[in-house]
């Protein structure tokens, strides 16, 4: 057996942890020979919740797990961790503005961008799940200076398997039989969900999702509302937000960044633009990307016709306008 990893969930007592810990703790994510401590940090006034959870996993007796350290201290959570689902963010309240939210919310990257500067591993592996998620990494980030800022991500996959689903179930084919859906931008209804690039195979021939699908007004209308505003419709079929679902798209996150992506297959994160795709360098901004020993690449020479290219700016102009709120926000 391998020497445990530490990995921390953040929101420990939330909706979307709820969902996500089992997972987690019966190795679909980093193994199933790969021993865990799990550490669970949540507010104060939510520690006795937070019990209850810990009781449950302990109930579901699981091999993987060493150890497990609920806690409402910072400076405890993220000592010596190797991995961080930070998915732990203050929900939008009634009356409550968009930017307050964010600055309400970027302050606890900040604070937690610090405490992974002095506390975790320089190693650690970091997706950010609280929203705004893409805007929380890049802050997150910034104030950790000292890990490198390839090690932060913020999460579209959720979006990416929406997309997959959507196409497959206009195609009737199974989600696994469509590839390489990409979700540019950010996690947010300006997201540009593009399938230019993807396949499908059907019938045992591998072709391309436009060409199967025969309908362009489709793809380029309804498919992509469908996809960016899909969070908007389950809260409000479900009167509450995507957690089961969520909580499987930050497994298939962190699984593939740890194990790597299938030869010929790419998947979207939100990762540090190094400028490819003409995309503001630093901005964290989702991409396709390969992964392989633990590093990703984003995918490079991908064709980019006006159409995307106009999509992919509209959401890379909210992501700079949330950067300058949020850099504000962290000097208040
Ligand atoms: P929830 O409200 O059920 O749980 C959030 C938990 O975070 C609560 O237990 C809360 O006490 C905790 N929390 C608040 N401040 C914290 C702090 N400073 N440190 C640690 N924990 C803290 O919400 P849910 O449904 O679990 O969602 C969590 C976040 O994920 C939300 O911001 C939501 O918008 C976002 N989300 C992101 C998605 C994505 O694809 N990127 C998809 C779905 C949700």
Not at 11 to 37: E, H, N
Request: proline share 5%; charged share 25%; hydrophobic share 40%.
């Amino acid at each position: 057996m391998p020497e445990p990893i530490k990995v921390l969930v953040t929101g420990a007592a939330g909706q979307i942890a709820y969902s996500l810990l089992y997972s987690v703790a019966k190795g679909d994510v980093f193994g199933k020979d790969q021993p865990i401590i799990l550490v669970l940090l949540d507010i104060t006034p939510m520690m006795e919740v937070l019990k209850g959870v810990v009781m449950e996993l302990q109930d579901c007796a699981l091999p993987l797990v060493q150890e497990m350290i609920p806690t409402d201290k910072i400076e405890e959570a993220f000592k010596d961790i190797d991995a961080a689902l930070l998915v732990g963010a203050m929900p939008r309240r009634d009356g409550m503005e968009r930017k307050d939210l964010l600055a309400a919310n970027v302050k606890i990257f900040q604070e937690q961008g610090k405490a992974l500067d002095h506390y975790a591993k320089k190693t650690v592996k970091v997706v950010v799940v609280g929203n705004p998620a893409n805007t929380n990494a890049f802050i997150c980030s910034k104030f950790a200076p000292s890990i490198p800022k390839e090690n932060f991500s913020a999460l579209t996959r959720l979006d990416q398997n929406r997309a997959q689903a959507q196409i497959a179930g206009r195609l009737n084919v199974p989600n696994n039989a469509v590839k390489n859906c990409i979700i540019w931008g950010n996690h947010s209804s300006t997201q540009f969900p593009d399938v230019s690039h993807a396949t499908v195979t059907k019938n045992g021939v591998v072709q391309p999702v436009a060409e199967a699908v025969k309908d362009d007004h489709w793809l380029n209308n309804e498919f992509i509302k469908t996809v960016q505003n899909r969070g908007a419709a389950v809260i409000k079929a479900r009167k509450l937000s995507s957690a089961m679902s969520a909580a499987k798209a930050i497994c298939d996150h962190m699984r593939d960044w740890w194990f790597g992506t299938h030869e010929g297959e790419w998947v979207s994160m939100a990762v540090p633009s190094d400028g490819s795709y003409e995309i503001e360098q630093d901005l964290m901004y989702s991409f396709p990307v390969n992964i392989k020993n633990g590093k990703y690449t984003i995918v490079q020479g991908l064709k980019i016709d006006d159409n995307a290219r106009e999509k992919m700016n509209v959401t890379m102009k909210e992501l700079k306008e949330e950067r300058e709120m949020a850099l504000a926000a962290c000097q208040e």
